[in-house]
């Protein structure tokens, strides 16, 4: 691939700051997102087109970079990508979906001589502005490397992580962790909440000691301030739960604590906090305290 020209789709949370970065690293040829007053405002800002739709985006580049929310959203802008697309183009997909929808996606368009790289990401929003996102990749090695320099625009740290897929299945393995955290924390928080500990020193002191972690740290003090702006979306993080589940089934394994986290999550959800940051996860645990034996 001779110069690479990336436009990308979904420019929400992460998609946004994504292509603020493939813009300063020279990168950016046009954006697409669904809402168009998103894809407008950031057009304007960055100095590149706004595609009418997302064959237009594809015509006007050759990388197509998606983040997006679901599987099944994936689907439908990759289809819509598809009469853009050219024999030699790559796909890189930033959204956390299945290994499965990923590994078929990237079979339908290799028949099109269209290349397919999973690059799922971490590092919440804070990571996506600052351009240290964690990056775990699957796909051809040959790809990859040709499309390295658009996954370093946005990464302090990109791991290929093997063939197409690959990438999905570590953010799973990823996701098993980052729930058991929100679990601990939120749980511990809520706690300390009923022993009337001093917050801020409490924060300090957890921090500095071996219970110290991302999420306390960058999520602590406003989920005891009651602020849970996201962030991570808690309908997103159910999402990427029901994932490890059906790989867990697929692998005949039990993950119990990704169960407990489920359920919790699909009560905040059913409750109305879809749009609230993981960290709402304590407005359930507060609650749980409150249930008499
Ligand atoms: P977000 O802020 O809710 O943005 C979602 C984006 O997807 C928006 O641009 C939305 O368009 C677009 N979209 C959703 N459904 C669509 C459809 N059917 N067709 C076209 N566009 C569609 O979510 P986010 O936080 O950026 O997350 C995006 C992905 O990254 C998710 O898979 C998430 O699990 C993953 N992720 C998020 C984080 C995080 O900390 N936020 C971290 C790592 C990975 P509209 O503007 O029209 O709604």
């Not at 001779?2 to 420019?11: A, D, K, Y």
């Amino acid at each position: 691939m001779s110069e690479l020209r990336v436009g990308v789709i979904g420019l929400g949370a992460m998609g946004g700051p994504m292509a603020r970065h493939l813009a300063s690293a020279g990168l950016l040829a046009s954006v697409w997102n669904r809402t168009p007053h998103r894809a407008d405002e950031l057009a304007t800002e960055l100095g590149v087109p706004a595609a009418a739709d997302p064959a237009d985006l594809a015509r006007r580049g050759n990388v197509v970079l998606t983040c997006v929310s679901a599987d099944g959203d994936l689907e439908a802008v990759i289809s819509a990508c598809r009469p853009g697309l050219s024999p030699g183009d790559v796909v890189i997909d930033a959204s956390t979906v299945s290994p499965m929808t990923t590994r078929r996606l990237a079979a339908e368009l290799a028949e099109a001589g269209v290349g397919y790289v999973d690059a799922p990401v971490s590092g919440g929003v804070e990571g996506a502005r600052k351009g240290t996102l964690s990056v775990m990749a699957g796909g051809e090695s040959a790809t990859l490397e040709r499309i390295r320099p658009v996954l370093e625009a946005f990464s302090a740290r990109l791991a290929v992580m093997g063939e197409v897929g690959s990438g999905q299945a570590t953010k799973a393995v990823n996701q098993v962790m980052v729930a058991g955290i929100a679990e601990a924390v939120c749980e511990a928080l809520a706690f300390s909440e009923k022993l009337n500990l001093p917050s801020e020193r409490l924060m300090e002191v957890l921090s500095a000691g071996a219970a110290g972690n991302w999420f306390l740290d960058h999520r602590g003090r406003t989920m005891l301030a009651d602020r849970f702006e996201p962030g991570f979306k808690s309908g997103l993080l159910l999402k990427d739960l029901r994932i490890c589940d059906a790989l867990a089934r697929e692998l005949d394994i039990e993950l119990p604590m990704v169960d407990a986290a489920i359920t919790d999550y699909a009560r905040l959800v059913d409750e109305g906090g879809y749009d609230d940051d993981t960290s709402a996860l304590i407005r359930i645990k507060r609650g749980a305290s409150d249930t008499p034996d």
